[in-house]
């Protein structure tokens, strides 16, 4: 903590540079790096430790300088210390500059716009630099949107996964999610009000429609809304009624019914097959795994990509089924 105005460190705005004017007065040992947490939308959720650190620091890394004023005068706190613009785009350029402060004996305190930084949020660099230097790093931790949407959902918390914002791209998205079929552990993931149809688009496209999944807005704030469904459900809830704000999706992990019609299908690495033989392996895994035939054509189509990546026709496999079955009954 700062001990004194007069020993204060002054961080070089554009440089990044940190000098310090009184360094003989500075205990060294006192310096460290310190990430904090901010709310996620509620003010009241801010942490004591957080106002004492926004008080007290010798030099304030916020994402966005402007918020981190508006949220000191909306806790009633002065800003004590430096402020220093810490985002994406300079990140690297201003973490030993920083650093040095913490070697003279600064706290550095790093907050982002919402929530815990290195999350979705700068930090990491500093943090990774710091341990490379072997510098004092701790943290107040507090709000953080991951979290708090898990334990809204009901899914299961005991073993659960974060992955972020999904690609942009579709083609990627539908990859990246294809990569987590049979992930069993509950996936947390980031997403905006823009993409969010067509993320859902994705969910559908490559998860059974029956899988547990949840959408959490607005966490903390007034209009905070927690949707408890199914991956089709969510999907046409996102349609009927387009969710604003900040959003977070959670999706339950792969059933070991899933895992065992992924298995039995060859899931993961299967190569691909032509519509009659997806209709002959998803037949086959519908009767021998009781799964209903379109569940099973949904996990057969999945498990068999093209080599471009996209999937056969579900209905095309479907109507090669219902001709496989008329076959064997006649
Ligand atoms: N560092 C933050 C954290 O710890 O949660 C995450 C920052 S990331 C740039 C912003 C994303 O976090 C949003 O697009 C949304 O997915 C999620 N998020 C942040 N605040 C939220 C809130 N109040 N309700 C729902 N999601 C939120």
């Given at each position: 903590?700062?001990?004194?105005?007069?020993?204060?460190?002054?961080?070089?705005?554009?440089?990044?540079?940190?000098?310090d004017?009184?360094?003989?007065?500075?205990?060294?040992?006192?310096?460290?790096?310190?990430?904090?947490?901010?709310?996620?939308?509620?003010?009241?959720d801010?942490?004591?430790?957080?106002?004492?650190?926004?008080?007290?620091?010798?030099?304030?890394?916020?994402?966005?300088?402007?918020?981190?004023?508006?949220?000191?005068?909306?806790?009633?706190?002065?800003?004590?210390?430096?402020?220093?613009?810490?985002?994406?785009?300079?990140?690297?350029?201003?973490?030993?500059?920083?650093?040095?402060?913490?070697?003279?004996?600064?706290?550095?305190?790093?907050?982002?716009?919402a929530?815990m930084?290195?999350?979705?949020?700068?930090?990491?660099?500093?943090?990774?630099?710091?341990?490379?230097?072997?510098?004092?790093?701790?943290?107040?931790?507090?709000?953080?949107?991951?979290?708090?949407?898990?334990?809204?959902?009901?899914?299961?918390?005991d073993?659960?996964?974060?992955?972020?914002?999904?690609?942009?791209?579709?083609?990627?998205?539908?990859?990246?999610?294809?990569?987590?079929?049979?992930?069993?552990?509950?996936?947390?993931?980031?997403?905006?009000?823009?993409?969010?149809?067509?993320?859902?688009?994705?969910?559908?496209?490559?998860?059974?429609?029956?899988?547990?999944?949840?959408?959490?807005?607005?966490?903390?704030?007034?209009?905070?809304?927690?949707r408890?469904?199914?991956?089709?459900?969510?999907?046409?809830?996102?349609?009927?009624?387009?969710?604003?704000?900040?959003?977070?999706?959670?999706?339950?992990?792969?059933?070991?019914?899933?895992?065992?019609?992924?298995?039995?299908?060859?899931?993961?690495?299967?190569?691909?097959?032509?519509?009659?033989?997806?209709?002959?392996?998803?037949?086959?895994?519908?009767?021998?795994?009781?799964?209903?035939?379109?569940?099973?054509?949904?996990?057969?189509?999945?498990?068999?990509?093209?080599?471009?990546?996209?999937?056969?026709?579900?209905?095309?496999?479907?109507?090669?089924?219902?001709r496989?079955?008329?076959?064997?009954?006649?």
């Amino acid at each position: 903590m700062r001990e004194a105005a007069g020993t204060r460190l002054q961080a070089g705005t554009h440089t990044g540079m940190v000098t310090d004017k009184n360094r003989d007065k500075k205990n060294t040992a006192d310096g460290r790096l310190v990430l904090a947490a901010t709310p996620i939308g509620n003010t009241g959720d801010a942490s004591a430790r957080l106002t004492e650190l926004l008080r007290m620091a010798d030099i304030v890394a916020a994402e966005d300088t402007r918020r981190l004023y508006d949220l000191a005068n909306r806790l009633g706190v002065r800003v004590g210390g430096n402020v220093v613009a810490y985002h994406d785009h300079n990140e690297h350029l201003k973490v030993d500059g920083l650093l040095d402060g913490v070697e003279r004996g600064a706290v550095v305190l790093v907050v982002s716009d919402a929530g815990m930084p290195t999350i979705n949020d700068p930090g990491l660099a500093i943090v990774r630099r710091a341990i490379e230097r072997g510098l004092p790093v701790t943290c107040a931790p507090g709000p953080s949107a991951v979290l708090d949407a898990l334990a809204l959902s009901g899914l299961p918390t005991d073993r659960f996964c974060f992955e972020g914002f999904v690609p942009r791209k579709q083609s990627d998205r539908v990859r990246r999610l294809r990569s987590l079929l049979t992930e069993t552990r509950t996936i947390v993931f980031y997403e905006t009000p823009q993409r969010i149809a067509r993320t859902m688009d994705a969910f559908a496209e490559v998860f059974p429609p029956s899988r547990p999944m949840v959408l959490a807005r607005e966490l903390t704030k007034d209009y905070e809304e927690v949707r408890r469904s199914t991956v089709a459900a969510l999907r046409q809830s996102v349609i009927d009624d387009p969710p604003r704000g900040e959003i977070v999706l959670v999706l339950q992990g792969a059933s070991e019914e899933e895992l065992r019609a992924a298995a039995a299908s060859g899931a993961d690495g299967g190569e691909a097959f032509d519509v009659d033989r997806l209709a002959r392996e998803a037949d086959d895994l519908s009767r021998r795994g009781g799964l209903k035939p379109k569940d099973a054509i949904a996990a057969t189509v999945q498990a068999h990509p093209y080599a471009d990546g996209s999937l056969a026709n579900r209905k095309d496999v479907y109507a090669a089924m219902l001709r496989l079955r008329q076959k064997a009954v006649g």
